[in-house]
């Protein structure tokens, strides 16, 4: 994941501590669109954790991994259980670093992308 630090523009990636995969909670749904199917889906965010605030006011919820399988089942219906996971990722569990500003394109599609600058 990487976002603008509102004041200078640098973007940054952050990664769990033990730079293991994560997920983010998000929604998607199928449409009619004149007959057609129209797939939406979008990422759910809350407030920033100690991180990501210095870089923006809101974050992408990341669901703990004990988490994943019962925001996946479709037969899950306890929205006040669902409700209880949409909070800030513990910052603890994170780290982040300032990267090129190549990811500013989706062109640049390479390895640079994820590599750590030291130009703070």
């Known amino acids: 994941m990487c976002c603008e630090n509102w004041n200078n523009k640098q973007p940054f990636r952050f990664v769990m ?3 293991r995969p994560f997920s ?3 929604l998607w749904d199928e449409w009619d669109k004149n007959g057609e199917p129209l797939y939406s889906c979008t990422i759910i965010t809350t407030a920033p954790n100690e991180i990501t605030q210095e870089v923006h ?4 919820v990341i669901l703990e991994e004990d988490a994943y399988d019962l925001w996946m089942d479709c037969k ?3 929205t006040e259980y669902l409700k209880s996971l949409l909070i800030p990722f513990p910052s603890k569990k994170m780290k982040s670093y300032p990267v090129s500003t190549i990811v500013n394109s989706p ?9 750590p600058i030291n130009s703070l």
């Open 107 to 115: 062109k640049n599609d390479v390895a640079e992308c994820l590599s």
């Open 24 to 26: 983010f909670a998000g």
């Open 76 to 78: 899950m219906n306890d």
């Open 57 to 60: 006011n809101r974050m992408p």
């Open 17 to 19: 501590e033990d730079d």
